[in-house]
């Protein structure tokens, strides 16, 4: 079989470069050896966020009073929370695939390797194989959770992320190494189902904001989650009881935290295995496949994208990627997109950011002005109940172009994009300042915050 683009990988890299090659006028083809959606809807954002549709009633449940509703034994059904994240998964991969294959792309279903830089085996699930050539090839076989050296890793009930969502009981107590994103979404939901949560964590949250980073331990403490900040994971021991978690804290002291499961979600890894780069000639660099900004390989008619290249395993920087690198097929020129990538963290309080931290900015040479504004004195946080936070800009103190922006409150995944759209277009705090935001919104909190910037923010006496 001949193609002018074949895909391996139906993450949301691999899908979206392929209806986009699809739209450009190539012929296509998408090989996948699981199921359409890769990491991201399957094992990843989505069942993640079904889960945490339910933290958040069970976090609404538990306030109920506060509402004036008198809510008396409710229970969760964790084999029911977790048919229904799989329906959520399910519709999602179904509608994916149909729109794959409306384009026009030919899905194929099985396990890709090279034979050369021109030529793809893939082995079928119906057990034929098919060889296919294709003018461009571009890797987006993602990533897999990585397993740290520690001791007892391989015990049972120690588990990673992709384990965590088939389990259908709730753990009594839960202890989770590792407090990157993954790790603290984790951990902020099982807290809200009623599992007593602790977090080994080496560095909480490293790329975010140090005012978001003060505040959080005392949000997570209030609401139970016992935090362990700058301490490693050394060992993990069986008990007759259940797991005993050792980790030693930033003083060198010993820390034993005994429990029913331990995540370990302490990063993932570029997956190539069985794909036979060497093959091809692509370079893997141990990390991640190297590209060029056409994201091009080594080998010319090669590409990559997504989490493979090991550096942000973000969905929509994957879907960025291949958007931009099948553009740049198209074209021959390196694509012109938004560089801002808004990051968001879905725990609660929510965090999301675009731009440079403080710290960043300086380091960059501004000179820097902040504005900030909490959501506690926003009418609709207020009105929802949900007050704990604040949104933070960070603006150019000559030019009053806003560098960064940093929330924690509600919906702050939501409302980061305006953030990110002033960044990219280098817009001043004007731009959003003079813009006029409904009422009562939460956006009204990112207004006041860049109205801030000039001291100009109305609702902070
Ligand atoms: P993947 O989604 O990993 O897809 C790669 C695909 O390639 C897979 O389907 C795999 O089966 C296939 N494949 C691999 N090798 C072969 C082969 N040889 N032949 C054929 N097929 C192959 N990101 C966000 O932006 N927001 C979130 O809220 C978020 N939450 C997450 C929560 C969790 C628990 C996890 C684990 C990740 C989360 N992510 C989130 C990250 C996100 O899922 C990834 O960044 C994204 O899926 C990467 O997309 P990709 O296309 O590069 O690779």
Do not use: W
């Amino acid at each position: 079989m001949e193609k002018d683009l074949l895909i391996i990988g139906g993450g949301p890299g691999g899908y979206v470069a392929a209806i986009r090659g699809a739209q450009l006028g190539m012929d296509v083809a998408l090989v996948e050896a699981d199921r359409i959606g890769g990491t991201c809807l399957n094992r990843g954002c989505i069942p993640t966020k079904a889960l945490y549709a339910n933290a958040q009633l069970m976090d609404k449940l538990a306030h109920a009073d506060s509402f004036g509703i008198k809510v008396d034994g409710y229970q969760m059904d964790m084999g029911q929370v977790m048919d229904r994240k799989d329906s959520v998964v399910d519709q999602l991969v179904k509608g994916t695939d149909k729109v794959v294959e409306d384009n026009g792309v030919l899905i194929l279903r099985g396990f890709a390797s090279f034979l050369s830089s021109e030529a793809v085996e893939v082995k079928l699930h119906d057990g034929t194989t098919e060889v296919i050539k294709a003018k461009s090839v571009i890797i987006a076989t993602g990533s897999v959770p990585s397993s740290p050296p520690v001791p007892g890793n391989d015990l049972p009930g120690v588990i990673d992320s992709d384990q965590l969502l088939e389990m259908r009981e709730l753990p009594k107590r839960m202890v989770v190494a590792g407090s990157g994103v993954i790790g603290m979404e984790f951990a902020s939901i099982y807290n809200s189902f009623g599992s007593e949560v602790t977090v080994i964590s080496s560095t909480l949250l490293k790329r975010i904001d140090k005012d978001i980073v003060k505040r959080l331990p005392l949000i997570l403490k209030k609401r139970g989650l016992k935090l362990h900040d700058g301490a490693r994971a050394k060992e993990i021991r069986k008990t007759d009881t259940g797991l005993l978690m050792i980790a030693t804290n930033k003083k060198g002291e010993t820390i034993e935290v005994e429990a029913d499961v331990v995540l370990m979600a302490v990063g993932r890894r570029a997956f190539v295995d069985g794909l036979k780069l060497e093959a091809a000639g692509v370079i893997f660099d141990g990390n991640g496949i190297p590209v060029d900004n056409k994201f091009q390989t080594n080998v010319p008619n090669i590409y990559a994208i997504g989490d493979v290249l090991g550096g942000v395993m973000l969905a929509h920087v994957a879907s960025h990627h291949g958007i931009a690198c099948v553009e740049g097929i198209a074209t021959g020129e390196a694509p012109h997109h938004g560089s801002t990538v808004p990051d968001c963290i879905f725990i609660d309080p929510q965090i999301a950011y675009a731009g440079l931290t403080e710290e960043q900015a300086v380091a960059k040479g501004y000179e820097i002005k902040t504005g900030k504004f909490n959501f506690v004195a926003n009418g609709k946080a207020l009105s929802m109940g949900e007050t704990d936070g604040f949104v933070k800009v960070i603006a150019d103190a000559s030019t009053l172009k806003i560098l960064g922006v940093h929330i924690m409150g509600p919906h702050a995944s939501d409302l980061i994009h305006e953030a990110s759209l002033a960044i990219d277009h280098q817009m001043d705090v004007h731009a959003i300042g003079n813009s006029i935001h409904a009422h009562p919104t939460l956006a009204e909190a990112l207004h006041e915050a860049v109205l801030n910037v000039t001291d100009a923010a109305i609702h902070i006496s």
